[in-house]
């Protein structure tokens, strides 16, 4: 009798946002379990260390997995991931990238917060944050993004007025970045992307099937 040897699947790298850790990607992880793929969170500082040296340190995570790894990412997460894609030795063990509210064009939310004195609160996270331009540079790597549409968040504090399509914290046109793949938008607000289970189902079809169609 011949073994049915079946390819085993990637494993789902997990990576918070700004103001977070690994604890809020629970949820999400308990989600792909459940689906059979191996999951796992990277927990990082996003105030105190440089997003330079939480993407070495994703980098490094990265390289001791063992076989295909797929970046789920929220926020933040989506910027650092690039910077530690880069770092690479083997960018091919990265099979997608998902993110969920990622400013890829920056978060102009951010220069309100400037307005008001209280940058000091982005800790070290700040200049990546700030708007400019930004591209996806790996057309081997699917990357899927996710906005939110909800007027709950830091816009409503330091936007206000700012009558712009965003999950609250984050614009739409913001979580859109040249070379990717696909992209949706879910009628949820920034930190929610990473509770809901039409996005956990978003993320899953996309994994599956490099879209968010079905």
């Known amino acids: 009798m011949t073994a049915n040897h079946q390819q085993p699947l990637p494993t789902i790298v997990l990576v918070h946002g700004l103001f977070m850790s690994g604890v809020v990607m629970v949820r999400l992880k308990q989600f792909f379990k459940h689906q059979n793929y191996p999951a796992e969170i990277f927990s990082y ?3 105190t260390q440089s997003t330079e040296q939480s993407a070495e340190r994703l980098a490094d995570y990265i390289e001791k997995i063992d ?3 797929i970046l789920v990412c929220h926020s933040l997460g989506g910027l650092l991931a690039q910077k530690a894609i880069a770092m690479l030795t083997d960018i091919t063990q990265v099979k997608k990238v998902v993110t969920l509210g990622t400013p890829w064009q920056g978060a102009s939310v951010v220069t309100f917060v400037q307005q008001y004195r209280l940058d000091v609160l982005m800790g070290k996270s700040l200049a990546t944050l700030l708007p400019k331009h930004n591209e996806w540079q790996w057309p081997t790597i699917p990357l899927g993004s996710i906005a939110g549409h909800s007027s ?8 206000r007025g700012k009558n712009i399509p965003s999950d609250g914290t984050v614009t739409i046109e913001e979580t859109k970045i040249k070379g990717m793949t696909d992209h949706t938008i879910l ?5 929610g992307l990473i509770f809901s289970d039409e996005c956990a189902k978003k993320i899953l079809q996309f994994i599956k ?5 079905t």
């Not at 709950?152 to 330091?158: H, I």
């Not at 009628?187 to 930190?191: G, I, L």
């Not at 099937?209 to 169609?213: D, G, I, L, Q």
Request: proline share 8%; aromatic share 8%; glycine share 8%.
């Open 45 to 47: 500082h996003t105030l």
């Open 187 to 191: 009628p949820v607000s920034h930190t």
């Open 209 to 213: 099937a490099n879209t968010f169609t």
């Open 152 to 159: 709950m968040g830091a816009r409503l504090l330091f936007a």
């Open 67 to 69: 076989g295909p790894v």
